[in-house]
């Protein structure tokens, strides 16, 4: 170009008045905002234009993710093309106007509707562009790169127009443009469109798949037995030693009478461990559930016996947690036994008393959860703490429980009033804590519940008002 | 009215480009207003609340995770997962303290009567939650990598899963919400001045 006497404005003037320079500036900038909303966070975002403060989120799009990238890079490429080749510049407005309106649904709702904006208003603007010679019907000094032909006829671009309004809406229903195409090409009524396609203008993803997602694993050979109402089966599993608890065949339907035994009791005397001995075992050896409980300070853990029922390998279990209710109530028990679960924390197996009843509720509930992970390269303990106020459990409802903690039990009288069965003796346990394997139940409800991850330094949960210990 | 008229002048050729543009956004945001169109996206680098006046869920896990936040560092959260959810009077808030004061974002859906939010592979790392639940086949505190999802915890985690899962009165502060398919009915998304949905 030659620049005879001119400035290098007037140079530039001419340059972008021989293309849709506006618009194509436009484009860019949409393609730009595109990008930056996607998977960048919000907060910086906006401090790379001078905005302060907002909030420092990060904002992705899962599975699209890729065309999050790819429709902004192609929305830059074509705002730049369309600068180029100014000859092109329907065929480029025309892609830019459909891929800012499919932005809408592709890329973070159009980059919250700025690049939407953006790309739409450069894309009308690159579209409705003309050369001046065209629209001033007068010659002007024509650019090297602008061949002398790109005055197309009319009707082409009308059709070319008409093209956009097609693919513009095809973009909603990519897979009835196809077909509707062909029905509905008419450029003149292009904008009954949409009349003429029968689909509803929505297209219907395949979103509600099926429900039944999970393979329900069947469920308890201990339930089996429709009639173990009767606390026989613990007459199996508690051992001998307790002749108190095992004599009982007491139906335990009526579960709740018949406790008096005190467990709770602060006042130790001095025999308490020996006639603790009667009833329960200090062989860490032994099978049965686990007793630990805590006299004067001091740790110490017994095993109340019981004989093994064999496997259960229904589920795998993890570890522990702990559980503490106001109140057990259990009704319609149907079995009661020692079972063997697999585990993966810490050991292969674990011993646990399985309990399958009709209906568990468990006012009061509060129930600990631990993980144990590495965070920042450092071993870091956390979990849930869940409390509600109360979790009921219907239709073959199972607990495993690996262990019981008591305060300091009284067990001399234990030993003198046994209670009937070691349902009986569990209900009784008021204060209990429960090492809670496990629970399963075809309903579960938690009233009014509350679930808060704790073991973050940062965030304690001890600051709430309910948080924390119960 | 000939076509070839309108291309005549530039206000012309504006309206020819611009007219079924806006049809085609309306539509389509009207789409996803009424929940046909869906959207995908996620939210996660700080903690914001959920709040819907009820869920139901199909296919729900639950097990220990890490959420990352925008500085890099490391919290513990509970992962929740749910296959299908619909969420009911769904409000979600993010507030930031700034030098200018409060400044949030509102997002709301599924208010209309009947016409909940529904979202596909739904996967949240929370840090509170509460309402009241009632689960369906729940099975609590088995393996975290035995869940009955697709997305499963570490083994040696404890983890609950259910068949289904309904929640009257969410309420969920979260570091993460991610879903690959969001059906935001009558979508409404706002700047505020710090206000929360709880």
Redesign the interface.
Known sequence: MLLSGGSRRRAFREWHAGRPFVGAVLVVLAGLELLLSGPI?L?AFADTFGV?????????????GVQAIVLPLALILLGLLSMWQPVHRIFY?VII?VI???T??GV??GG?FVG?LLG?IG???I????PREQ?AAAPVPSDDDVPGDRDPT??A??AA??L??VL??G??QPMSVAAAEADCWD??E??DW?DCDEA??????S???P???????SRGGATDDPAGDVVDDVTDGVGDVVDGVTGGGDAAGGAGDGTDGGAKDDGTDKASGEKAAEIFSDDPSAEGLSVGYVCDGEKKSVTLPMLPAGEDNT???????DLRTSDLEISGIRSIELVSVP???EAERRDVLKIVADHVKTPGFWLK?????T??GKP?T???DTSAGYVSMDGSATM?ISGVNLGCPDFGKIAEEPPATIVAWLLALSDAQID?????????????????????P??P?GEGPEAGMP | M???N?????AG??A??????A???S???G??A?G???????????P?KIAATQLDG??FSQ??G?ATD?NG??????IANI??AKLYNLCQT???????GK???KISAGTGKGRPA?A?DLQIG?????????????????????V???AKG??????M????IDIDGLKQVSWST????F?LTDLH?ELTKGEECF
């Open positions: 966070d907060g302060e403060g907002i909030p420092d989120m990060q904002l992705a799009i899962g599975i699209e407005g106007l800012s309106v499919y809408l649904s973070n709702l919250w939407f739409v894309g009308v603007v579209v409705s562009w003309a629209a009319v009707p671009k009308s127009v008409v956009g309004v513009a809406l973009g909603l450029p003149i292009w904008i949409v509803s203008p929505s297209p219907s993803p979103g509600s798949g429900a039944s997602s999970s393979p329900s694993p589920h795998t279990f993890s570890l522990p947690a585990v993966t924390h959860t631990y993980a144990y992970d965070a920042d870091t956390a979990g849930t495993y809670l394997v496990g629970a399963t139940s075809d309903v579960q409800t938690w009233s009014g519940f509350r679930e808060q991850v704790w073991g973050d940062e965030r949960i | 000939k076509l070839s309108l291309t005549k002048s530039r050729r504006v020819l480009a611009a007219l079924p543009v049809v085609a956004s539509v389509l945001l789409g996803v009424q046909a169109v869906p959207v995908s996206f996620a939210i996660s680098g700080q914001f199909t296919g097990y220990a890490v925008t560092k490391h919290h513990p959260a509970a296959k299908d993010v507030v930031q303290d700034t030098s200018l400044v949030g974002l529904e596909t929370m840090t509170d939650l509460s309402g009241t639940a009632v689960f369906r086949n729940i099975r609590i505190g088995v393996d975290a990598s035995t009955n999802t697709a570490h083994r040696g985690d404890f983890a899963d259910s068949d289904s991610q879903a690959a398919v059906k998304l």
